[in-house]
């Protein structure tokens, strides 16, 4: 896939995220750079805030989450975003950093040994008919209220 439809496709997913986030009543806070793996902050009430990265593909294509864009200690998300080939939303996840610490096949951290390998650690998604229960527990609808529920908690 060229970059420039990655790129798109990317843009398509951000808005889409940020709109649903401002549907739930969230502010929503784009980053303008995205340089350590934030694609925006949203905020719902009280002090907390959430840190989301936006992933989006066509049907079911393989994503990662660079090791850097998990800051630890910090309400982190990836918001998991499946189109299809006219750009309409197939599924929407809310995927909690903690979903990589289970022992999953559709949430797994590859650590990748530099010496060895040029790429750097990542966290995968691995969407397919055999992981598709794994994300169920994450939809965005059942999410957004559980980030909502968070937000309020003293």
């Not at 709109?19 to 793996?37: I, Q």
């Not at 022992?103 to 969407?127: L, M, Q, V």
């Not at 229960?133 to 209220?145: A, G, L, N, R, W």
């Amino acid at each position: 896939m060229g970059d420039n439809i990655k790129m798109k496709t990317g843009k398509i997913g951000e808005n889409l995220a940020f709109n649903a986030f401002l549907k739930n009543d969230f502010e929503v806070y784009p980053s303008l750079v995205d340089d350590n793996g934030i694609d925006c902050i949203v905020h719902y009430s009280g002090e907390k805030v959430f840190y989301i990265q936006v992933k989006t593909c066509h049907n079911n294509n393989y994503q990662f989450v660079n090791k850097k864009a998990f800051h630890n200690g910090i309400p982190f998300y990836v918001c998991f975003i499946r189109l299809d080939d006219n750009d309409e939303v197939l599924s929407m996840h809310l995927i909690p950093s903690s979903a990589w610490n289970k022992d999953s096949i559709a949430f797994r951290f590859r650590p990748y040994d530099k010496d060895s390998n040029s790429s750097d650690p990542e966290y995968e998604i691995n969407y397919t008919g055999n992981t598709k229960e794994d994300f169920e527990q994450y939809t965005f609808d059942k999410m957004v209220k559980e980030l909502q529920r968070i937000a309020e908690e003293k």
